[in-house]
Nanobody, 127 residues
Framework: QVQVVESGGGLVQAGGSLRLSCAASGFTFSRSAMAWFRQAPGKEREFVAAIKWSGDSTNYADSVKGRFTISRDNAKNTVYLQMNYLKPEDTAVYYC????????????????????WGQGTQVTISS
């Protein structure tokens, strides 16, 4: 049974930082690409960042490039999203997604292509 659980969301002021965590189980984490997506009220779910199973390839949305960093610890079955210089427009529910070993993180930015999802964690940035 696949389980994907996000944590670390909260309310911070603009310019601040947060680190999201995604703990996963029920599949071979070390052979799975992982990603973060987000969805703001009234908007479609959008790609934020992805990381290859090996950790040696990442991809970011232009809107977060240079501010967010995705990383993973295969020994802990956990993927992280370090978010710095947060802006009010980063406010959204952030979701962790599970992909396959063959995923090319540079192109797999469409939500429907990812296999499993967590329930999400709310991130709110005040101005």
């Amino acid at each position: 049974q696949v389980q994907v659980v996000e944590s670390g969301g909260g309310l911070v002021q603009a310019g601040g930082s947060l680190r999201l965590s995604c703990a996963a189980s029920g599949f071979t984490f070390s052979r799975s690409a992982m990603a973060w997506f987000r969805q703001a009220p009234g908007k479609e779910r959008e790609f934020v960042a992805a990381i290859k199973w090996s950790g040696d390839s990442t991809n970011y949305a232009d809107s977060v490039k240079g501010r967010f960093t995705i990383s993973r610890d295969n020994a802990k079955n956990t993927v992280y999203l370090q978010m710095n210089y947060l802006k009010p427009e980063d406010t959204a529910v952030y979701y962790c997604a599970v992909g396959g070993k063959t995923f090319t993180v540079a192109t797999m930015t469409t939500p429907r292509l990812w296999n499993y999802w967590g329930q999400g964690t709310q991130v709110t940035i005040s101005s």
